[in-house]
């Protein structure tokens, strides 16, 4: 479900980090918390991202949550098959409906996320 | 079993835009008695119009039957009981309608001579002083139009207060149980956001209270009773703590139909507060509106008030527009003046025992309303509630029900459902306003209907989840209708 | 009842609050009055209002026949008394007529989308503002002279604590229109937004176009405001706007002494996100049948909290089915016709008066009459209220009235303003020169 080769954060987002590039998206388990997701709202490429801080956030009929940046760095480009398909996230959170790429400012605060191991004992305690 | 409804005939009906034909239409003008003026010449030929590709083109009988149809799609008051909470979703007395339509009234112009105005500006004065008398404050201003925009002027005239003391401060508390416009006025007003969590017993918590209140505080904005229903017994407490370090006690009335003869928000230690023309003094909703949003405050705050004011000036009143210390104008006029009309007439016909006696009805009502339904919901703060009851889904969540699945099966039974979700402090809210308009055969209708959906769930959970089943529309899928807008008729 | 409340008296359900809140004594109101006592305490009041007069007055409302459909239509206790339509399977009558309201101000307005409307005119200005702000990310916002003085200090009053500076732009003294020049002298890097009125406050068709470039070459957006809705139904709509705010007091909607009123705010598609106030959407129900619903919702103030795009609520449904009724009942020829009614009354009250500015005009106008207290003093002695004196928004102005013709005002009537206006106009010149 959750693959190894990601870092999660306690906001649910995850991290796929290559080279000095990561991709960012919101985990399955998030997916599931909001329900049918309706709207996407991504920063621009170019934009500086800080970690920690929101980065974007993602919209259910009546909710509303923000999107945390695990990393710092500089947005390279969002991911626009969810401006037309916003339920592709819902469908695929883990692979197509990914949100930005990011080029990584700070590769080392990698280090403080969980791994896939650590992120499912994390959900599991949080039910 | 359902003893309040049962199918009735519903017709069909396309858009306006779908049943009109060239040429048709529903009006008649005079004859013109002045020479007619060529468009173009008059106004440019670039700044005159095509025709207005798509506008409605139908007979006089086409657009009664078209809006008399629709209005058949709607549940109203008039219908029957309409728990929302929060609400306060009374009977709107048609005596009102028919004094705000007096000619000399409704078709008075703003700025027509104040000499040509005495009618109308002795109603505004008539109403302010019942409201002061009424909440026991010293002064009122009737400009706001709605809850949320009393709202911004009250913190407005919190912030000019402490602007001319030297200090405007930056923040306003919220107690997590509050309406979302309280943050979202705040925000406008120029103030951070800082929530305050409720008390086990779902008020404001004294010692979170002591601990945030500083010199950054501008005010806390309450709502008492708060959205539970409960009022807050510290409530006099609160205001030393805010009033000690310099801060306003800011209250939102949406909930003064449990207190008007009974207490009032002057006399515990309010500084400001907006109330609802449209809960508390049965200005009808209309579907959303208009509504009316005056704002009460203490002497400390009166030269603050938007202009202009309403002054007597013996036998005459006129407005004054020279107050340097006002935050300035929140809407252009005077008010909802056609509400303010409505208000009145409500106030008179009711006199003050009138008003005391609704209060207590409106109580006894919630309460009654409490007893009957507690064996079958949980009550997650059983702190006495006043005008409304607040329970949670709970035991129903447990079978996989929730309360908006509820809300939905009530449909079937011919109420409007309560109030959903609200206040977010309660899991799975059911919020029930029952106001001072139920009988008790109404009321026990409602319970039977309540109880027998709680008894659905244990046997059929599948029945209520799926409901309702009654309606002319079934079951709306809000979820496309965000993720691909269509906001507007197009032709196909 | 009582006893399953375990309860005495209704007033043990109150004996939990803390002594020191309650109020110990009646309410110092009268008794409570019957029906009848009510209407005539109204019909007195109307009465004081004065009765049987005749009015010139515009500047931002006006006087135009109500069909009596309107009213049959917002009477009926399923609109009247019900409430802002979130239960959608039982509210779809209310829905679906702000879903034909939100096109027809679409097609009115010549922009993509409209919400359910706002509180009034003076209001939509400032979430106009907010939202053209929001939009741009720049703060800064100027506003021409010509927009309603009223909704000027409106916005004035919400945007003093937001970090939105407002600066004022001119109008050109001989036609009244907008001041161009002032305007690009006055634009900058940081203006968010540039707010006109057309018809401005004097009754003036206004350039939005020309408005609209200079606003956009330095990427501020532009705000279309209107008082008149009927100037609608024959004026090209302002198409080059971003974000149109306007009253629709004109359409069935009574004076009623300054409210309440339905403002609008219609935009470009690029836009929605950035709008404040309730949306209807279409979609379908769980049978397929067409349905419509509250959307987009997660703009507002109920889920977003402090960082909604407004505080506002709710909207003002019944007036805005006033004016549905009134577009329906009217319709595309009707709102032509109508326009036309105005532009011929007006044209022919200026015919009698001394228009202050060139600028074409729909069907309000300012005229120079010297003395403004003394002609409308004169005007009341014949019933009719005149126009209103403008030197209170514009001292520059302080010897002319803004004057106002509809379909409503009679030849008669305006033949009277003329005959009164004019020698009073002339008496004062003659003082002058004396």
Redesign the interface.
């Known amino acids: 479900m959750y693959p190894e080769n990601f870092r999660y954060t306690k906001e649910h987002e995850w991290i796929h980090v290559e080279g000095d590039t990561g991709t960012i998206g919101i985990t399955d388990h998030a997916q599931e918390e909001l329900g049918d997701i309706v709207y996407v709202d991504l920063p621009k490429p170019g934009t500086h991202i800080e970690q920690g801080k929101s980065l974007g956030s993602v919209e259910s009929v009546k909710a509303v949550s923000d999107v945390y940046s695990p990393v710092s760095g500089e947005v390279l480009e969002a991911n626009a098959l969810l401006a037309d398909s916003p339920e592709k996230l819902n469908e695929d959170p883990h692979a197509a409906a990914w949100l930005v790429k990011v080029k990584l400012r700070a590769p080392a605060e990698v280090e403080n996320l969980m791994t896939a191991a650590d992120y499912q004992t994390y959900i599991g305690a949080e039910k | 079993m359902i003893n309040k409804v049962r199918q009735h005939l519903s017709q069909n009906e396309a858009l306006l835009f779908e049943r009109s034909s060239p040429g048709k239409k529903a009006y008649q003008l005079p004859e013109l008695d002045v020479p007619a003026v060529d468009a173009a010449e008059a106004l440019g030929a670039e700044n005159v119009r095509a025709e207005i590709e798509g506008f409605p083109e139908v007979s006089e009988v086409e657009a009664i039957r078209h809006f008399t149809r629709l209005s058949t799609w709607n549940y109203a008051i008039d219908h029957g009981m309409y728990p929302l909470g929060s609400c306060t979703m009374k009977y709107n007395p048609r005596i009102n309608e028919l004094v705000a339509r007096i000619d000399g009234l409704a078709w008075a112009h703003p700025y027509q001579p104040e000499a040509l105005s005495q009618g109308c500006m002795q109603v505004m004065e008539r109403l302010e002083l019942m409201l002061a008398e009424i909440t026991g404050m010293d002064a009122v201003t009737l400009q706001p139009a709605a809850g949320a925009h009393g709202e911004l002027t009250g913190i407005l005239l919190i912030r000019a207060l402490l602007e001319k003391r030297g200090n405007p401060r930056k923040k306003i508390l919220i107690p997590d149980s509050a309406h979302g416009t309280n943050p979202a006025t705040a925000a406008i007003a120029g103030y951070a956001v800082e929530n305050i969590k409720s008390s086990s017993t779902g008020g404001v918590d004294l010692a979170a209270l002591e601990g945030l209140v500083n010199e950054d505080v501008a005010a806390l904005m309450v709502t008492n009773p708060n959205t539970l229903g409960v009022f807050e017994e510290n409530i006099i407490r609160v205001a030393e703590i805010l009033h000690r370090k310099g801060a306003m006690l800011y209250m939102d009335g949406a909930n003064m139909n449990a207190l008007v003869g009974m207490a009032r928000p002057g006399d515990f230690g309010v500084d400001v507060l907006h109330l609802n023309l449209h809960k508390t003094f049965s200005t009808p909703h209309g579907g959303g509106g208009p509504g009316a949003g005056p704002v009460c405050v203490k002497k400390v705050l009166e030269p603050f008030l938007p202009t202009p004011r309403l002054k007597r000036s013996g036998k005459k009143l006129t407005f004054d527009y020279k107050r340097k210390n006002s935050i300035g104008r929140v809407k252009a006029f005077y008010g909802n003046f056609g509400v303010l009309v409505r208000a009145l007439a409500y106030i008179l016909a009711h006199g003050g025992p009138g008003l005391r006696n609704a209060t207590m009805d409106a109580v006894l009502n919630a309460v009654y309303i409490r007893k009957q339904l507690e064996p079958y919901f949980d009550l997650p703060y059983p702190s006495p509630n006043m005008h409304e009851v607040v329970f949670s889904d709970d035991r129903q969540a447990k079978l996989g029900v929730r309360t908006g699945e509820i809300a939905k099966r009530l449909i079937d039974y011919g109420f409007h459902p309560y109030t959903v979700s609200f206040p977010l402090i309660v899991h799975g809210a059911l919020m029930i306003e029952p106001t001072e308009t139920e009988g008790k055969l109404e009321l026990d209708q409602f319970i039977e209907a309540m109880i027998s959906i709680a008894k659905e769930v244990e046997t059929d959970p599948e029945l209520v989840k799926n409901a309702p089943y009654g309606t002319r529309t079934s079951k709306v899928d809000e979820v496309t209708a965000a993720r691909k807008p269509v906001l507007r008729w197009k032709p196909a | 009842?009582?006893d399953?409340?375990?309860?005495g008296s209704?007033?043990e359900?109150?004996s939990?609050?803390?002594e020191?809140?309650?109020?110990h004594r009646?309410?110092?109101?009268?008794?409570?009055?019957s029906?009848y006592?009510?209407?005539e305490?109204?019909?007195?009041?109307?009465?004081?209002?004065?009765?049987g007069?005749t009015?010139f007055?515009g500047?931002?409302?006006y006087?135009h026949y109500r069909?009596v459909?309107v009213?049959?239509?917002?009477?009926?206790?399923?609109?009247?008394?019900?409430?802002?339509?979130y239960?959608?399977?039982?509210?779809?009558?209310?829905l679906?007529?702000i879903?034909?309201f939100?096109?027809?101000i679409?097609?009115?307005t010549g922009m993509?989308?409209?919400n359910?409307?706002m509180?009034?005119?003076?209001?939509a200005v400032p979430e106009a503002a907010?939202m053209a702000v929001r939009a741009t990310g720049k703060g800064r916002v100027l506003v021409a002279k010509t927009v309603?003085p009223?909704?000027r200090?409106?916005l004035?009053?919400?945007a003093?604590?937001?970090?939105m500076p407002v600066e004022e732009f001119g109008y050109v003294d001989g036609a009244g229109t907008l001041d161009l020049e002032d305007l690009e002298r006055k634009m900058d890097d940081f203006t968010g937004a540039v707010i006109l009125q057309s018809p401005n406050f004097f009754g003036i068709?206004d350039q939005v176009k020309a408005a609209a470039e200079i606003a956009h070459k330095r990427g501020a957006l532009l705000v279309v405001i209107f008082t008149e809705a009927v100037s609608?139904?024959?004026?090209?709509?302002p198409a080059d706007a971003d974000i149109v705010a306007g009253e629709l007091q004109s359409f069935a909607i009574?004076?009623?002494?300054?409210?309440?009123y339905?403002g609008i705010i219609a935009t470009k598609e690029k836009l929605?996100?950035q709008m404040p106030g309730?949306?209807?959407?279409?979609?379908?129900?769980?049978?397929g049948?067409r349905?419509?619903?509250l959307?987009?919702?997660?703009r507002?103030?109920?889920?977003?909290?402090?960082?909604?795009t407004?505080?506002?609520?709710?909207?003002?449904?019944?007036?805005a089915?006033m004016a549905t009724?009134f577009?329906?009942?009217?319709?595309?020829?009707?709102?032509?016709?109508?326009a036309?009614?105005n532009?011929?009354?007006s044209?022919?009250l200026a015919g009698k008066l001394t228009p202050r500015f060139s600028g074409?005009f729909?069907n309000e106008f300012v005229a120079k009459v010297g003395s403004p207290d003394a002609v409308?003093k004169a005007l009341?002695k014949k019933k009719i209220?005149g126009g209103?004196p403008l030197g209170r928004f514009y001292p520059e102005l302080a010897d002319c009235i803004l004057i106002c013709a509809t379909?409503m005002s009679?030849?008669g009537d305006?033949d009277t303003v003329g005959q009164v206006v004019q020698p009073a106009a002339a008496t004062e010149a003659a003082e002058v020169l004396a």
Do not use: W
């Open positions: 009842m009582l399953v409340c375990g309860a209704p007033e359900l109150f939990h609050l803390p020191a809140a309650r109020l009646p309410l110092d109101l009268p008794p409570g009055i029906e006592e009510i209407v305490y109204f019909t007195r009041r109307a009465e004081e209002n004065g009765i007069y009015s007055l500047a931002g409302v006087r069909p459909l009213d049959t239509v917002v009477s009926r206790g399923e609109f009247l008394t019900s409430y802002t339509p239960q959608a399977e039982i509210s779809q009558g209310t679906t007529a879903f034909e939100q096109t027809m679409c097609q009115l993509d989308v409209a359910a409307s509180y009034d005119g003076s209001t907010m309603h009223e909704y200090e409106v004035r009053t919400y003093r604590n937001q970090g068709v609608l139904g024959i004026l090209e709509p009574t004076p009623s002494y300054g409210g309440p339905a929605i996100r309730r949306l209807v959407g279409q979609t379908t129900d769980s049978r049948n349905a419509f619903c959307t987009l919702a997660t507002e103030q109920h889920i977003r909290r402090e960082k909604a407004s505080n506002i609520c709710t909207n003002q449904a019944l007036i089915l009724v577009m329906s009942v009217y319709g595309k020829l009707g709102l032509r016709e109508l036309e009614q532009l011929a009354k044209h022919y074409k729909f409308n009341l209220i209103l379909e009679r030849k305006m």
